[in-house]
């Protein structure tokens, strides 16, 4: 017998955050996410004019775009085309397009980010840390994906492919920044023909290495699945209420070993929550028995708590 419990407080809460996910009220919180979001876009110039631009590297997303658009008006038209011009033009477009469908705090954010990058990459000076490609594809990368990790951890993005990549991964639940590198190897293709194989190469390992920092670092559309064996199943039904407003599937059990009788809860939750999770289930229960797998991906009905 197996007996799926519901929330129905934690729905009536899921709806009321629904509504008031797109109302933005300035909070003294706010204020540690505008610094730590500055912070975030100096780290992410400063990687642009010492490893991205000295080592003449196409990043992934919009940065590479407009860095390939900005080459082309420049070196092969004649044209002068500032790559901040094209990169903040480009990332305004895809915000007019997110603004309704995803949170106007999480968006402001994201404009403030790309806005002020776009700023310090404009008045940060070129500068060349070393001149090895190597080393200036995989610490580029880690600066990149460092930086854009900070950005995502605090409810904001980079803008651009970050926009378009989050609206999926919530829309479908499952992650989707590896699918982000299929549109990078076209950035990668065209870049190899116009301006030589040798830094398109690079650029493959650039990517690649700032993909992996992100994965890392940004968990919310990862899924766990965690069982639990317990003596305690409503105290815990209602620390998985309460803290990620999602259901138990409750299955009576019996100890192999001491014939008695227990109970087996089964839950689906967002990585980042695991760790707050497992430790109030042992604060209630430390007798309980925990495994945890991983979640390739969801089908079916499963509340996504929005961005703010």
Sequence with gaps: MTRQLDNRDGSESDTRNDRGSNEFRFTTRDVITFVLIAFSAFIYSLGMVSFVR???????????????????????????????????????????????????????FSILWYTLSSVFTTILPVFQGTSD????????????GFSIGIALQNNASSGGVDFIAIYFSQKFNMPTWNYIMIGNAVILIIAGFLFGWNKA?????????????????????????????????????????????HGVTKVPCEGGYTDKPRWLL???????????????????????????????RIVGNYYQQPLP
């Design 201 to 245: 190469l690079y650029s493959i390992i650039f990517q690649f290495v700032s993909t992996q920092v992100v994965g890392v670092m940004h968990q919310r559309y990862k899924f766990s699945e965690i069982k639990v064996v317990t003596n305690e199943p409503d105290e815990i039904c209602q620390i998985v209420f309460g803290l990620c407003h």
């Design 133 to 144: 490609p190597l080393l200036i594809s995989v610490f580029g990368g880690l600066i990149s």
């Design 54 to 108: 000295s080592g003449n590297l196409f990043p992934g997303g919009y940065t590479g775009v407009s860095r390939l658009i900005s080459l082309v008006f420049t070196d092969c038209l004649g044209i002068p085309l500032s790559f901040s011009v094209v990169y903040f033009i480009l990332n305004f477009i895809t915000t007019l397009f997110v603004w309704k469908r995803l949170g106007h705090r999480f968006v402001f």
């Design 266 to 296: 089964m839950m689906t939750v967002n990585t980042y929550q695991l760790k707050e999770l497992v430790d109030r289930i042992h604060k209630a229960d430390s007798h309980a028995f925990i495994s945890i797998d991983t979640v390739d």
